[in-house]
Protein backbone atom coordinates (compact mmCIF):
# COMPACT_ATOMS: atom_id res chain seq x y z
CA UNK A 1 0.00 0.00 0.00
CA UNK A 2 0.85 3.47 -0.80
CA UNK A 3 -0.43 5.38 2.19
CA UNK A 4 -1.24 3.55 5.55
CA UNK A 5 -4.88 5.36 5.69
CA UNK A 6 -5.62 3.18 2.69
CA UNK A 7 -4.96 0.33 4.68
CA UNK A 8 -8.88 -1.88 5.23
CA UNK A 9 -9.96 -2.73 8.23
CA UNK A 10 -10.22 -5.73 9.32
CA UNK A 11 -7.13 -7.43 7.79
CA UNK A 12 -8.12 -11.04 7.65
CA UNK A 13 -5.99 -13.43 6.81
CA UNK A 14 -2.86 -11.03 6.42
CA UNK A 15 0.06 -10.80 8.30
CA UNK A 16 2.22 -8.09 7.08
CA UNK A 17 1.55 -5.03 5.18
CA UNK A 18 4.41 -2.40 3.90
CA UNK A 19 3.58 0.76 3.35
CA UNK A 20 4.95 4.18 2.17
CA UNK A 21 3.89 7.84 1.59
CA UNK A 22 5.56 9.54 4.76
CA UNK A 23 8.91 8.75 4.25
CA UNK A 24 8.89 8.06 7.85
CA UNK A 25 10.26 4.62 9.05
CA UNK A 26 7.82 2.45 11.03
CA UNK A 27 7.67 -0.98 12.89
CA UNK A 28 4.40 -1.12 14.28
CA UNK A 29 2.35 -4.21 15.24
CA UNK A 30 -1.80 -3.65 15.36
CA UNK A 31 -4.14 -5.81 16.09
CA UNK A 32 -2.03 -8.92 14.59
CA UNK A 33 -0.86 -7.19 11.70
CA UNK A 34 3.03 -6.04 11.07
CA UNK A 35 3.37 -2.84 9.80
CA UNK A 36 6.25 -1.66 7.73
CA UNK A 37 6.93 1.41 6.03
CA UNK A 38 11.03 1.43 5.18
CA UNK A 39 11.26 5.14 4.64
CA UNK A 40 12.72 6.23 2.14
CA UNK A 41 16.05 5.29 0.22
CA UNK A 42 15.96 8.62 -2.05
CA UNK A 43 17.33 11.98 -1.94
CA UNK A 44 16.77 13.42 1.91
CA UNK A 45 13.32 14.82 2.27
CA UNK A 46 11.78 16.58 5.80
CA UNK A 47 14.82 16.23 7.20
CA UNK A 48 14.36 12.32 7.55
CA UNK A 49 16.84 9.65 7.42
CA UNK A 50 17.53 7.99 4.76
CA UNK A 51 16.51 4.24 5.30
CA UNK A 52 15.24 0.96 4.21
CA UNK A 53 13.81 -1.77 5.72
CA UNK A 54 15.18 -5.34 6.29
CA UNK A 55 11.81 -8.42 6.45
CA UNK A 56 12.91 -11.67 7.16
CA UNK A 57 10.27 -14.00 6.70
CA UNK A 58 10.63 -17.69 8.22
CA UNK A 59 6.83 -19.54 8.30
CA UNK A 60 4.49 -17.60 10.49
CA UNK A 61 7.78 -15.62 12.01
CA UNK A 62 8.63 -11.90 10.56
CA UNK A 63 11.83 -9.74 11.85
CA UNK A 64 12.11 -6.44 10.75
CA UNK A 65 14.75 -3.77 11.50
CA UNK A 66 15.21 -0.36 9.69
CA UNK A 67 18.38 0.00 8.10
CA UNK A 68 20.04 3.94 7.85
CA UNK A 69 21.81 4.06 4.77
CA UNK A 70 23.19 7.21 5.15
CA UNK A 71 25.11 8.79 8.15
Do not use: Q
Amino acid sequence: MHDIADVPVPLDGVDVVVTGHSHKSLIERRDGVLLVNPGSAGPHRFKLPVTVALLDIDGARHDVRIVPLLA
